[in-house]
């Protein structure tokens, strides 16, 4: 009999894939939830409703600081009514080491240093802190399909010149990790057995942004890819990413997608491109018995998608 | 300027010698001398060893006129050399602050012990230094360690001269130019962020004291400009001061080691080579425009490259010459009559142009007020011309990161001249000397005795003499000079300045040689030289590629030794 998973965030691409690798799976049945926002339809007490049905949870929400810390909160109080100690598997970030420069393993300090959403994962994870039976994993940033960050977006900005070589800007550890390899982590972590509690980093740096940058233009043929100089790149943060940023908003609002807007290149994107970080993701590599999909594998098939996916 | 004041190591990363307390000596286990491409590429790889690294500058983060004319000397023959002071700079980055950026690795026959090249032997080979091309090529920002066509291209590229198949010369090799890098400023953050690495600036080393046996160095004495004096103790001392610099510290402390360090056979300062390059004759080429590319390509990394005719392995070997290359060039931009209005506008922009650069571009002509005419009517005659080339001059190379390496001008007939660059042999009687002079340490001034000799205008002479045989047996042009002035074009604007070479010789014979395989002094157990002054031959290839590989692998020598 297959196993029901509550799949909390299921409508952000995250959740997307895991639903696609669970349906694919022959072992679990995906159970969609959407308990935040304006398309809510769990509360608190259909949500502990839920968990005396399945047989673990999945919360990979995502969005905005207020629900990532809301959906967090919102399973921990259904947790507590139900008295069930199922299995959880959160989906948290490396976002939550703040502004840590160096190996990071997963007993480093956590730190709110890089802004609202390393506070909001800081915040949930607390609120998950005294579940018995849960996985957090903490991912390094997402690409390949559906992955808008750290993919798609990048690859309009390479496309149209805005983003190439950042030069000393760009010398940053790019911890990266596939989208499938997190779904494959996801699902293992669902499936560990007994009761567990375990806290995950998930991807490593195999390369500097500036080489993903000029990698991932190579395969999406957007070269020769350009040096970015400091003073375009100031430009870019101080006179273009607020207007933007107001655009792709108010484009969301209006028509349900910014997807033609160009985004605005900000502050903490480039924070993240200088960033020396380095995760180390022995733990999870041992514990879940990972192979990890080579960055170059990544890049062509994110690619490929991106190709047949042009919107 | 104190810019990190506390003085622990953990915390302070780049401090000014004016602010460090006299009292207390700094040490660390290896201290690296100079800040330019070497000593930024050693303390780089030496980042977070665990090894504690002093890298000290004599300059500040920016220049400074009083700290530059501490490399001021004399030279014997002004018209075969630039000042001493001239394509050098005493600064964070040295002189990676004004380099043109071109990178290309040696040669395999650069390696090789050539019976026609006397003193041409290197105790490594390219294999050798071939794992260290790659990191040293990301660190210089010039792209992939692809020096191919095929190599660099994923799509076929037009041919440089359609139709020009030679078994003397190639036009599939390519050099490639880094931005070119600043090392200091590209990689300040990198030093800052490294634990284990502490800059200190306006550190002028005034003293190398040898141990009473001379077989190690016990402490540098430093100071700053106005007389504060450090003790600086380490475990193991790299000289990363340039090829005129070193030869200037080695020979200077002579109190135990009476002909200066690891001078016991008056081999420091001598084999000086820099690289033999000029601008000759006129080839007229039987194609069209369209059938030749004498500009840049750009690689998908982002990189200029640009394709050479380099003289093959085969042929130096058969005709017993050095190593030689040449690329299709403008007209002399000091003659008028070249009618362009890009040439004039750029000979009328020389008070503009940085020294380094002005010289080879025009020479020390002087020009009459008729020929400044000529230059303003052939701007006048070409106003689009000269307007577009100076918007592509400041949008590609004034303000742009990565900049256009050099003046490429679109001829608007397949006629070109020859600019060659060609390997210098090592000559003992071409050297850097000790002059009577001295500066405000009591050091003394290097006095400048650049020679070349009859191997290098052979070099050169037949090199050009096959390259114009070559053209005529494929039918593919004419290349009209007079070989009577090679010898004058070779060395009408000096020594090619800014490639100081040879001074501190690699080798295995200590009668023959300064430093041994890994740069170490022979007979100086912790003293290491990190700079082209170890290269025992020139190559055709600029130096700074080869430089930055060498101090890759010290320091992983360094690294293991001190494990």
Redesign the interface.
């Known amino acids: 009999m297959k196993q029901k998973i509550l799949v909390i965030g299921s409508t952000n691409f995250v959740g997307k894939c895991l639903i696609e690798n669970l349906n694919a799976s022959d072992w679990a049945l995906p159970m969609p939830c959407t308990c935040i926002g304006k398309n809510r339809k769990f509360g608190i007490r259909e949500l502990a409703n839920a968990l005396y049905d399945v047989n673990a949870v999945i919360n990979c929400t995502m969005g905005t600081p207020a629900s990532i810390e809301a959906s967090a909160k919102m399973l921990t109080k259904a947790i507590e009514i139900t008295n069930h100690r199922i299995r959880i598997v959160h989906i948290s970030s490396m976002t939550v080491y703040g502004t840590a ?1 160096g190996e990071i393993d997963e007993q480093h300090t956590l730190s709110d240093a890089s802004g609202r959403y390393a506070t909001a994962h800081i915040q949930a994870e607390q609120y998950l802190a005294d579940h018995p039976n849960k996985v957090i994993i903490r991912p390094a940033c997402e690409y390949g399909p559906y992955c808008t960050a750290w993919s798609e977006r990048i690859a309009r900005w390479l496309q149209s010149g805005r983003l ?2 950042l ?2 800007a760009g ?1 940053g550890d790019c911890n990266l990790i596939f989208i499938e390899d997190l779904c494959t982590a996801v699902l293992k972590s669902v499936r560990l057995p007994d009761t567990i509690n375990e806290t995950l980093n998930l991807g490593a740096a195999t390369m500097t942004w500036n080489e993903y940058f ?1 990698a991932f ?2 395969i999406l043929g957007a ?9 375009r790149l100031m430009f870019e943060q101080k006179y273009l990413a607020a207007p933007l940023k107001l655009l792709e908003l108010s484009t969301q609002q209006m028509f349900g997608t910014s997807s033609k807007v160009p985004g605005p290149i900000t502050s903490s994107f480039l924070t993240t491109c ?1 960033q ?1 970080i380095r995760l180390l993701n022995s733990k999870a590599t041992t514990l879940l018995d990972m192979r990890w999909t080579p960055v170059h594998i990544g890049l062509e098939l994110t690619a490929k998608w991106l190709q047949e996916n042009a919107r | 300027m104190s810019i990190d004041k506390n003085l622990t190591w953990q915390r302070i990363l780049i401090i000014d010698a004016g602010d460090v307390d006299v009292t207390q000596p700094l040490s660390a286990d290896i201290c690296i001398v100079g800040s330019g491409a070497a000593g930024i590429s050693l303390a780089l790889k030496l980042a977070d060893s665990g090894l504690a690294v002093l890298l000290l500058e004599a300059g500040g983060l920016k220049a400074e006129p009083e700290t530059q004319t501490l490399y001021s000397g004399s030279v014997t023959n002004t018209l075969l050399h630039s000042p001493p002071d001239t394509y050098r700079q005493r600064r964070f980055g040295g002189t990676t602050t004004i380099w043109g950026g071109r990178c290309m690795p040696f040669d395999e026959i650069d390696f090789e012990k050539r019976e026609y090249i006397p003193h041409s032997d290197w105790p490594i080979s390219l294999e050798d230094l071939e794992p260290y091309y790659p990191e040293a090529n990301r660190l210089c920002e010039a792209g992939e360690y692809a020096y191919t066509m095929d190599s660099a291209f994923n799509t076929p590229r037009p041919p440089m001269i359609e139709g020009f198949e030679s078994e003397n010369f190639s036009t599939h090799t390519l050099e490639r130019f880094s931005c070119p890098t600043d090392f200091g400023m590209r990689y300040i953050h990198k030093l800052r962020s490294a634990r284990n690495i502490q800059l200190v600036l306006h550190a002028n080393v005034i003293n190398i004291q040898a141990g009473a046996n001379g077989k190690n160095i016990t402490g540098l004495t430093i100071s700053t400009r106005d007389g504060k004096r450090h003790q600086i103790l380490a475990r193991t001392y790299v000289l990363a001061t340039g090829g005129l610099e070193t030869a200037r510290l080695l020979l200077s402390n002579n109190d135990v080691h009476k002909n200066g360090l690891g001078n016991d056979h008056d081999v420091v300062g001598r084999y000086y080579m820099c690289h033999i390059a000029g601008t000759i004759g006129t080839l007229h080429i039987n194609r069209p425009l369209t059938s030749l590319w004498h500009g840049y390509d750009i690689s998908d990394d982002g990189v200029y490259c640009r394709r050479r005719i380099a003289l093959r392995p085969g042929t130096q070997r058969n005709q017993q010459i050095g190593n030689f290359v040449a690329r299709l060039h403008h007209p002399r931009i000091t003659l008028p009559e070249h009618k362009n209005a890009i040439l004039s506008l750029l000979y009328l922009a020389k008070p503009f142009i940085p020294y380094e650069y002005a010289k080879r571009l025009h020479g020390d002509d002087r020009a009459s007020f008729g020929t400044w005419l000529k230059h303003v009517r052939n701007v006048c005659a070409g106003p689009f011309d000269a307007a577009g080339f100076a918007w592509h001059m400041l949008r590609d190379r004034k303000f742009a990161d990565r900049k256009f390496p050099s003046i490429i001008i679109k001829p608007k007939a397949p006629i070109f001249s020859l600019d060659f660059h060609a390997e210098q042999q090592p000559n003992i009687n071409s050297r850097i000397t000790l002059g009577e002079e001295k500066d405000i340490f009591g050091v003394a001034r290097i006095n400048v005795d650049w020679r070349y000799t009859h191997g290098d205008v052979d070099t050169v002479s037949r090199s050009i003499a096959l390259l114009a045989e070559d053209m005529k047996n494929t039918k593919i042009g004419r290349l009209e000079y007079n070989p009577e002035s090679v010898e004058y074009e070779m060395t009408r604007y000096g020594a090619y300045g800014g490639h100081h070479i040879g001074t501190a010789r690699m080798g295995t014979d200590r009668h023959t040689s300064v430093v041994n395989s890994h740069c170490r002094l022979h007979d100086i157990e912790n003293l290491y030289v990190a700079s082209s002054a170890v290269f025992p031959t020139s190559s055709q290839a600029n130096p700074t590629l080869t430089i930055v590989a060498l101090s890759l692998r010290l320091a992983e020598h360094l690294k293991n030794t001190a494990a």
């Open positions: 420069t190439g070589d030069g000393a010398d000029v233009a190579k070269t020769p890819i350009r040096r970015i100089s400091k003073r200088s020396e």
